[in-house]
Protein backbone atom coordinates (compact mmCIF):
# COMPACT_ATOMS: atom_id res chain seq x y z
CA UNK A 1 0.00 0.00 0.00
CA UNK A 2 2.67 2.75 0.97
CA UNK A 3 4.03 2.30 -2.69
CA UNK A 4 1.45 3.07 -4.83
CA UNK A 5 2.16 6.49 -4.23
CA UNK A 6 5.13 6.26 -6.90
CA UNK A 7 2.76 6.55 -9.88
CA UNK A 8 2.80 10.46 -9.20
CA UNK A 9 6.63 10.66 -10.93
CA UNK A 10 9.77 12.06 -9.22
CA UNK A 11 9.18 15.53 -10.79
CA UNK A 12 8.45 18.13 -8.35
CA UNK A 13 11.44 17.66 -5.74
CA UNK A 14 13.74 19.72 -4.13
CA UNK A 15 16.94 19.17 -3.35
CA UNK A 16 17.37 20.10 0.41
CA UNK A 17 18.54 18.81 3.45
CA UNK A 18 16.58 15.77 5.17
CA UNK A 19 13.44 17.35 6.97
CA UNK A 20 13.88 17.34 10.81
CA UNK A 21 11.79 14.40 12.05
CA UNK A 22 14.57 12.66 13.98
CA UNK A 23 13.27 9.63 13.06
CA UNK A 24 14.65 6.71 10.54
CA UNK A 25 12.23 5.65 8.67
CA UNK A 26 11.87 2.02 8.31
CA UNK A 27 9.65 2.55 5.45
CA UNK A 28 10.99 5.90 3.64
CA UNK A 29 7.95 5.58 0.87
CA UNK A 30 5.75 6.49 3.47
CA UNK A 31 7.75 9.82 3.92
CA UNK A 32 7.67 10.20 0.74
CA UNK A 33 3.79 9.52 0.17
CA UNK A 34 2.80 11.81 3.28
CA UNK A 35 5.15 14.72 1.39
CA UNK A 36 3.04 14.52 -2.17
CA UNK A 37 0.71 16.92 -2.99
CA UNK A 38 -2.43 16.41 -5.05
CA UNK A 39 -1.29 18.62 -7.68
CA UNK A 40 1.64 16.53 -8.32
CA UNK A 41 -0.40 13.64 -9.23
CA UNK A 42 -2.47 15.68 -11.26
CA UNK A 43 -0.35 16.81 -13.91
CA UNK A 44 2.04 13.66 -13.55
CA UNK A 45 -0.49 10.77 -14.17
CA UNK A 46 -4.18 12.37 -13.99
CA UNK A 47 -5.31 8.41 -14.60
CA UNK A 48 -3.84 8.07 -10.58
CA UNK A 49 -6.44 10.34 -9.06
CA UNK A 50 -8.90 7.61 -8.22
CA UNK A 51 -5.87 5.98 -5.65
CA UNK A 52 -6.01 7.35 -2.36
CA UNK A 53 -2.20 6.57 -2.39
CA UNK A 54 -1.57 8.85 -4.80
CA UNK A 55 -1.37 11.56 -2.83
CA UNK A 56 -0.84 12.61 1.14
CA UNK A 57 -5.04 13.29 1.52
CA UNK A 58 -5.94 9.91 3.10
CA UNK A 59 -2.49 10.74 5.80
CA UNK A 60 -4.19 13.73 7.10
CA UNK A 61 -6.93 11.49 7.92
CA UNK A 62 -4.87 9.17 9.69
CA UNK A 63 -2.53 12.28 10.70
CA UNK A 64 -5.75 14.39 11.98
CA UNK A 65 -6.71 11.60 14.27
CA UNK A 66 -2.60 11.06 15.97
CA UNK A 67 -2.56 14.48 17.18
CA UNK A 68 -6.09 15.08 18.46
CA UNK A 69 -5.23 12.58 20.56
CA UNK A 70 -1.27 13.03 21.62
CA UNK A 71 -2.39 16.39 22.16
CA UNK A 72 -5.38 15.53 24.50
CA UNK A 73 -3.04 13.43 26.37
CA UNK A 74 -0.66 15.66 26.75
CA UNK A 75 -2.60 18.42 28.22
CA UNK A 76 -4.17 16.35 30.81
CA UNK A 77 -1.12 16.03 31.79
CA UNK A 78 0.51 19.12 32.07
CA UNK A 79 -2.45 20.99 33.29
CA UNK A 80 -4.28 18.31 35.76
CA UNK A 81 -6.04 21.34 37.79
CA UNK A 82 -7.70 23.03 34.25
CA UNK A 83 -11.24 22.26 33.59
CA UNK A 84 -12.32 20.37 30.58
CA UNK A 85 -13.40 23.88 28.89
CA UNK A 86 -9.82 25.27 29.29
CA UNK A 87 -8.65 22.11 28.15
CA UNK A 88 -10.59 22.27 25.12
CA UNK A 89 -9.70 25.51 24.44
CA UNK A 90 -5.71 25.00 24.15
CA UNK A 91 -6.39 21.67 22.26
CA UNK A 92 -7.72 23.27 19.57
CA UNK A 93 -5.67 26.20 19.13
CA UNK A 94 -2.97 23.70 19.16
CA UNK A 95 -4.67 21.63 16.43
CA UNK A 96 -5.65 24.62 14.27
CA UNK A 97 -4.85 25.12 10.72
CA UNK A 98 -3.57 28.32 11.31
CA UNK A 99 -0.87 27.16 14.15
CA UNK A 100 0.21 23.69 12.62
CA UNK A 101 0.84 26.24 9.24
CA UNK A 102 3.09 28.08 11.28
CA UNK A 103 4.32 24.91 12.89
CA UNK A 104 5.38 23.64 9.54
CA UNK A 105 6.64 26.65 8.01
CA UNK A 106 9.10 27.14 11.15
CA UNK A 107 10.81 23.32 10.51
CA UNK A 108 10.83 24.50 7.08
CA UNK A 109 8.39 21.33 5.62
CA UNK A 110 7.35 23.35 2.10
CA UNK A 111 10.79 22.71 1.21
CA UNK A 112 10.60 18.79 1.28
CA UNK A 113 7.12 18.96 -0.38
CA UNK A 114 6.55 17.17 -3.79
CA UNK A 115 4.36 19.78 -5.92
CA UNK A 116 2.74 20.23 -9.19
CA UNK A 117 4.52 22.49 -11.20
CA UNK A 118 1.34 25.07 -11.00
CA UNK A 119 1.19 24.93 -7.14
CA UNK A 120 4.99 25.54 -6.79
CA UNK A 121 4.80 28.37 -8.85
CA UNK A 122 1.84 30.04 -7.22
CA UNK A 123 3.84 29.69 -3.97
CA UNK A 124 2.45 26.16 -2.17
CA UNK A 125 5.65 26.07 -0.49
CA UNK A 126 4.09 29.21 1.23
CA UNK A 127 0.51 28.26 1.58
CA UNK A 128 -0.94 28.03 5.27
CA UNK A 129 -3.44 25.63 4.52
CA UNK A 130 -1.01 23.09 2.34
CA UNK A 131 1.53 23.01 4.89
CA UNK A 132 -0.98 22.08 7.70
CA UNK A 133 -2.17 19.13 5.52
CA UNK A 134 1.56 18.20 4.74
CA UNK A 135 1.91 18.43 8.40
CA UNK A 136 -0.38 15.94 9.46
CA UNK A 137 0.15 13.60 6.65
CA UNK A 138 4.14 13.45 8.21
CA UNK A 139 2.04 13.14 11.62
CA UNK A 140 0.76 9.97 10.10
CA UNK A 141 3.72 8.52 8.40
CA UNK A 142 5.64 8.86 11.43
CA UNK A 143 2.89 7.01 13.15
CA UNK A 144 2.53 4.04 11.02
CA UNK A 145 6.02 3.37 10.61
CA UNK A 146 7.43 4.13 14.41
CA UNK A 147 4.09 3.77 16.31
CA UNK A 148 2.73 6.26 18.23
CA UNK A 149 5.95 6.95 20.53
CA UNK A 150 7.24 7.97 16.87
CA UNK A 151 4.64 10.77 16.17
CA UNK A 152 4.37 11.96 19.60
CA UNK A 153 7.91 12.78 19.99
CA UNK A 154 7.55 14.92 17.08
CA UNK A 155 4.08 16.15 17.84
CA UNK A 156 5.66 17.26 21.31
CA UNK A 157 8.94 18.49 20.36
CA UNK A 158 7.21 21.19 17.38
CA UNK A 159 3.56 21.57 18.25
CA UNK A 160 3.17 21.65 21.78
CA UNK A 161 6.57 22.44 23.64
CA UNK A 162 7.02 25.30 21.94
CA UNK A 163 4.14 26.75 22.97
CA UNK A 164 4.00 25.97 26.49
CA UNK A 165 4.58 29.50 27.37
CA UNK A 166 1.62 30.37 25.52
CA UNK A 167 -0.53 27.87 26.91
CA UNK A 168 0.16 28.92 30.63
CA UNK A 169 -0.42 32.69 29.54
CA UNK A 170 -3.99 31.69 28.02
CA UNK A 171 -4.53 29.94 31.30
CA UNK A 172 -3.15 33.07 33.75
CA UNK A 173 -5.32 35.15 31.73
CA UNK A 174 -8.52 33.47 30.75
CA UNK A 175 -10.47 36.20 31.58
CA UNK A 176 -8.70 38.70 28.84
CA UNK A 177 -7.88 36.17 26.67
CA UNK A 178 -9.92 33.91 23.79
CA UNK A 179 -7.53 34.12 20.35
CA UNK A 180 -5.78 31.25 19.54
CA UNK A 181 -2.88 30.01 20.43
CA UNK A 182 0.58 31.97 19.20
CA UNK A 183 -2.11 34.21 18.10
CA UNK A 184 -0.77 37.25 20.15
CA UNK A 185 -1.98 40.05 18.47
CA UNK A 186 -5.56 39.18 18.74
CA UNK A 187 -4.56 37.99 22.60
CA UNK A 188 -2.67 41.73 23.30
CA UNK A 189 -5.78 43.97 21.93
CA UNK A 190 -8.06 41.78 23.81
CA UNK A 191 -5.98 42.43 27.22
CA UNK A 192 -5.74 46.11 26.23
CA UNK A 193 -9.15 46.55 25.51
CA UNK A 194 -10.33 44.74 28.91
CA UNK A 195 -8.13 46.76 30.76
CA UNK A 196 -8.81 50.41 28.95
CA UNK A 197 -5.73 51.06 27.72
CA UNK A 198 -6.91 51.39 24.11
CA UNK A 199 -5.53 50.29 20.91
CA UNK A 200 -1.82 49.07 19.81
CA UNK A 201 0.05 50.06 17.11
CA UNK A 202 2.54 48.00 15.11
CA UNK A 203 5.64 50.57 13.65
CA UNK A 204 8.56 49.23 11.44
CA UNK A 205 11.38 50.61 13.01
CA UNK A 206 14.04 48.87 10.64
CA UNK A 207 14.56 46.36 8.13
CA UNK A 208 17.63 44.67 6.08
CA UNK A 209 18.81 42.03 4.22
CA UNK A 210 18.23 41.50 0.57
CA UNK A 211 15.32 40.72 -1.33
CA UNK A 212 15.02 36.89 -0.51
CA UNK A 213 16.11 37.07 3.08
CA UNK A 214 14.64 40.03 4.46
CA UNK A 215 14.41 40.68 8.31
CA UNK A 216 12.16 43.30 9.51
CA UNK A 217 12.09 45.07 13.10
CA UNK A 218 9.17 46.26 14.79
CA UNK A 219 8.45 47.97 17.81
CA UNK A 220 4.38 47.57 19.32
CA UNK A 221 3.57 51.18 20.96
CA UNK A 222 0.04 51.96 23.06
CA UNK A 223 -0.73 55.60 23.49
CA UNK A 224 0.00 57.24 27.29
CA UNK A 225 -1.78 59.42 29.47
CA UNK A 226 0.14 62.78 28.12
CA UNK A 227 -1.08 62.05 24.87
CA UNK A 228 2.19 60.59 23.62
CA UNK A 229 2.89 57.03 23.17
CA UNK A 230 4.83 54.46 25.01
CA UNK A 231 6.78 51.37 23.65
CA UNK A 232 5.61 47.85 25.17
CA UNK A 233 8.29 45.77 23.11
CA UNK A 234 10.25 45.32 20.22
CA UNK A 235 10.80 42.07 17.87
CA UNK A 236 12.16 41.25 14.29
CA UNK A 237 11.25 38.95 11.65
CA UNK A 238 11.63 37.69 8.20
CA UNK A 239 8.26 38.72 7.68
CA UNK A 240 6.34 41.87 8.60
CA UNK A 241 3.45 39.76 10.64
CA UNK A 242 5.76 37.43 12.10
CA UNK A 243 7.91 40.85 13.67
CA UNK A 244 4.61 41.76 14.77
CA UNK A 245 3.04 38.61 16.44
CA UNK A 246 6.56 38.61 18.31
CA UNK A 247 6.53 42.23 19.65
CA UNK A 248 2.75 41.51 20.56
CA UNK A 249 3.83 38.38 22.39
CA UNK A 250 6.60 39.91 24.51
CA UNK A 251 4.30 42.94 25.22
CA UNK A 252 1.57 40.95 26.68
CA UNK A 253 3.72 39.16 28.41
CA UNK A 254 4.83 42.47 29.58
CA UNK A 255 1.86 43.84 30.78
CA UNK A 256 0.63 40.85 32.80
CA UNK A 257 4.03 40.81 34.03
CA UNK A 258 3.30 44.78 35.67
CA UNK A 259 -0.44 43.59 36.56
CA UNK A 260 0.52 40.94 38.63
CA UNK A 261 3.68 43.21 40.08
CA UNK A 262 0.98 45.53 40.99
CA UNK A 263 -1.45 43.13 42.18
CA UNK A 264 1.14 41.87 44.79
CA UNK A 265 2.69 45.63 45.77
CA UNK A 266 -1.22 46.11 46.61
CA UNK A 267 -1.90 43.49 48.70
CA UNK A 268 1.32 44.30 50.77
CA UNK A 269 -0.04 47.48 51.53
CA UNK A 270 -3.65 46.38 52.64
CA UNK A 271 -2.07 44.26 55.24
Request: glycine share 8%; proline share 5%; charged share 25%.
Amino acid sequence: MTTRHKKAGQSGNRESSAPPFDHPFQQPDLLTWALTHRSLAYETNPESLPDPAADNEQLEFVGDAVLGLVVAEALFRRFPNSREGELTRLRSSLVSRRHLGEVASRIDLGSHLRLGRGEEQSGGRRKPALLANALEAVIAALYLDGGLDAARAFIEKHIIEPTLPDLHVALQAADTFSGAIGDHKSALQEHLQATGAGQPHYVLTDQSGPDHQKRFRVEVRIADKTGGSRALAESEGTTKKQAQQDAARLAFQRLLSESQGSDIAAAEVTE
